[in-house]
């Protein structure tokens, strides 16, 4: 008998390792092996740690299980999960937010990891290229762009578990072992000891109101919440499934890469170019890395080409839950097939890529265009794209569903869905999730958007 709430041919999760491979995936991306090691130096190193990892286990993981859990309960996509558990139309829009949010983030994310694939290339042949020029190549970005959205496109269409779930499987993996190759050569250079202290060495002294603000936003974006990935994925799973162990180690998992991608970066550049800065955003990763990995010996192109190849992965396994989101939404509402959804989604996040692609050309229209947010000066199409949908509308999103649950829906019925399958999170466990979500999670959520606007001074980046 066909159930109304959550029909067979939505497809589930084969176990809860695949869902933890995918939904850990969805979490890790590229932000973890760049940004967090650079935000972390430019915050008091170790002491920044310590407050991200507070940070996560006491905002995120409350989000990340609020998703999960309305998800499970629901069976549906972002939008169908608000609409079947009795929400209006206007909290229906944080779930519409979230499938725009994943085909927009898709479009954009896609060119940095076009980038990815021509960099395992010439690092592998070992051709020096200059980023600055490489990126105002349009003949090469645009078209390593389009590969990448087929590759993504072309895991999606295999289903939940015939393609998601097999490809993370192998993809997580893959991933970590690369990770745990490129730390052990980069932590043994001669000179390495001085990058692992900047990194590590606490300085509890930087810590201020800025410093706890940067960690909650890179703690809030780095699960993934906000996006209604965690909906989704939450939808495909069998209420068997433990979600809070789960959830612990999606958790761990994503807080691990970024830890790891530290290590793998500072040690190196302060061992063989000690002269350089090591906040350069995604000048750090394509212009300064290679010519890091050039001077390792032996087979420095060897370990360039895998560090790129690491970066592709984690585009990869993030690439797969933006796009499935605003598939199940077609699947799901509109009773299109997954062939349908994928192929139609994907090709329309290929044009929209082009602009994006073309925004680093200097000169052109969509490198010029510019809007200034309270006091925020955001300068081309790609850094629009970013910070109205990568940024501004995951915090809203955040707010409104924590809202939901919390305040308009019975966010005990919601912490039982938890407790289904995970007899230890009755109790204590139970309570402090729900006084989360209700208080604590709310308020952060708000102080992140006000810092976002510059009530706080400076107009903060949030993640």
Same mark, same amino acid.
């Given at each position: 008998?066909?159930? $109304?709430?959550?029909?067979?041919?939505?497809?589930?999760?084969?176990?809860?390792?695949?869902? @933890?491979?995918?939904?850990?995936?969805?979490?890790?991306?590229? /932000?973890?092996?760049?940004?967090?090691?650079?935000?972390?130096?430019?915050?008091?190193?170790?002491?920044?740690?310590?407050?991200?990892?507070?940070?996560?286990?006491? @905002?995120?993981?409350?989000?990340?299980?609020? =998703?999960?859990?309305?998800?499970?309960?629901?069976?549906?996509?972002?939008?169908?999960? +608000?609409? !079947?558990?009795?929400?209006?139309?206007?909290?229906?829009?944080?779930?519409?937010?979230?499938?725009?949010?994943?085909?927009?983030?898709? $479009?954009?994310?896609? #060119? +940095?990891?076009?980038?990815? &694939?021509?960099?395992?290339?010439?690092?592998?042949?070992? +051709?020096?290229?200059?980023?600055?020029?490489? #990126?105002?190549?349009?003949?090469?970005?645009?078209?390593?762009?389009?590969?990448?959205?087929?590759?993504?496109?072309?895991?999606?269409?295999?289903?939940?578990?015939?393609? &998601? !779930?097999?490809?993370?499987?192998?993809?997580?993996?893959?991933?970590?072992?690369?990770?745990?190759?490129?730390?052990?050569?980069?932590?043994?250079?001669?000179?390495?000891?001085?990058?692992? !202290?900047?990194?590590?060495?606490?300085?509890?002294?930087?810590?201020?109101?800025?410093?706890?603000?940067?960690?909650?936003?890179?703690?809030?974006?780095?699960? $993934?919440?906000?996006?209604?990935?965690?909906?989704?994925?939450?939808?495909?799973?069998?209420?068997?499934?433990?979600?809070?162990?789960?959830?612990?180690?999606?958790?761990?998992?994503?807080?691990?890469?970024?830890?790891? /991608?530290?290590?793998?970066?500072?040690?190196?550049?302060?061992?063989?170019?000690?002269?350089?800065?090591?906040?350069?955003?995604?000048?750090?990763?394509?212009?300064?890395?290679?010519?890091?990995?050039?001077?390792?010996?032996?087979?420095?192109?060897?370990?360039?080409?895998?560090?790129?190849?690491?970066?592709?992965?984690?585009?990869?396994?993030?690439?797969?839950?933006?796009?499935?989101?605003?598939?199940?939404?077609?699947?799901? !509402?509109?009773?299109?097939?997954?062939?349908?959804?994928?192929?139609?989604?994907? @090709?329309?996040?290929?044009?929209?890529?082009?602009?994006?692609?073309?925004?680093?050309?200097?000169?052109?229209?969509?490198?010029?265009?510019?809007?200034?947010?309270?006091?925020?000066?955001?300068?081309?199409?790609?850094?629009?794209?970013?910070?109205?949908?990568?940024?501004?509308? &995951?915090?809203? +999103?955040?707010?409104?569903?924590?809202?939901?649950?919390?305040?308009?829906?019975? #966010?005990? =019925?919601?912490?039982?869905?938890?407790?289904?399958?995970?007899?230890?999170?009755?109790?204590?466990?139970?309570?402090?999730?729900?006084?989360?979500?209700?208080? @604590?999670?709310? &308020?952060?959520?708000?102080?992140?958007?006000?810092?976002?606007?510059?009530?706080?001074? =400076?107009?903060?980046?949030? /993640?």
């Amino acid at each position: 008998m066909q159930n $109304s709430i959550k029909p067979p041919s939505r497809g589930q999760w084969g176990s809860s390792f695949g869902f @933890i491979m995918a939904a850990g995936g969805s979490a890790v991306g590229l /932000g973890n092996i760049w940004r967090f090691p650079y935000i972390t130096g430019q915050n008091g190193g170790g002491a920044f740690v310590f407050v991200y990892v507070l940070c996560v286990l006491l @905002i995120g993981l409350p989000l990340l299980l609020n =998703e999960i859990a309305l998800g499970r309960k629901s069976g549906r996509n972002p939008v169908g999960a +608000i609409k !079947e558990t009795g929400g209006s139309g206007f909290w229906q829009t944080a779930g519409v937010l979230c499938v725009l949010v994943c085909f927009a983030v898709l $479009s954009y994310y896609s #060119v +940095i990891a076009g980038w990815t &694939i021509g960099y395992i290339f010439t690092e592998l042949i070992n +051709i020096p290229v200059d980023f600055e020029d490489f #990126v105002q190549t349009p003949l090469y970005v645009i078209p390593l762009c389009m590969l990448f959205i087929l590759m993504t496109i072309s895991v999606v269409l295999g289903g939940i578990s015939g393609g &998601i !779930e097999k490809a993370a499987k192998f993809l997580m993996p893959v991933l970590f072992l690369i990770i745990i190759l490129i730390a052990a050569r980069s932590v043994t250079l001669p000179g390495a000891g001085a990058g692992i !202290e900047y990194y590590l060495s606490p300085d509890f002294t930087k810590i201020n109101g800025k410093v706890i603000l940067s960690a909650l936003g890179q703690a809030f974006f780095s699960l $993934s919440v906000g996006w209604g990935l965690m909906i989704t994925f939450g939808s495909y799973l069998p209420k068997t499934n433990n979600v809070i162990q789960s959830s612990g180690w999606i958790a761990g998992m994503d807080s691990m890469v970024a830890l790891m /991608g530290g290590l793998m970066i500072f040690p190196a550049l302060f061992a063989l170019l000690p002269g350089v800065s090591p906040d350069e955003g995604p000048a750090l990763v394509f212009n300064v890395l290679p010519r890091v990995f050039d001077q390792i010996e032996p087979f420095g192109n060897i370990i360039g080409g895998m560090f790129f190849l690491l970066l592709l992965v984690a585009a990869l396994t993030s690439s797969i839950s933006m796009l499935e989101v605003p598939v199940a939404y077609f699947i799901d !509402e509109r009773k299109w097939s997954r062939k349908k959804a994928a192929w139609t989604i994907g @090709i329309a996040a290929m044009f929209l890529s082009i602009p994006s692609s073309l925004a680093a050309v200097k000169g052109n229209f969509f490198n010029q265009l510019g809007f200034n947010f309270f006091g925020r000066q955001i300068a081309g199409f790609f850094d629009l794209m970013d910070f109205f949908f990568g940024t501004l509308a &995951i915090v809203i +999103i955040c707010l409104m569903l924590s809202l939901y649950t919390g305040w308009v829906k019975n #966010v005990k =019925e919601y912490a039982s869905e938890l407790a289904m399958g995970a007899v230890s999170f009755d109790g204590f466990p139970k309570k402090a999730w729900v006084f989360f979500i209700k208080w @604590i999670c709310p &308020i952060v959520i708000t102080l992140v958007l006000l810092n976002m606007i510059g009530v706080f001074g =400076e107009p903060g980046e949030g /993640g």
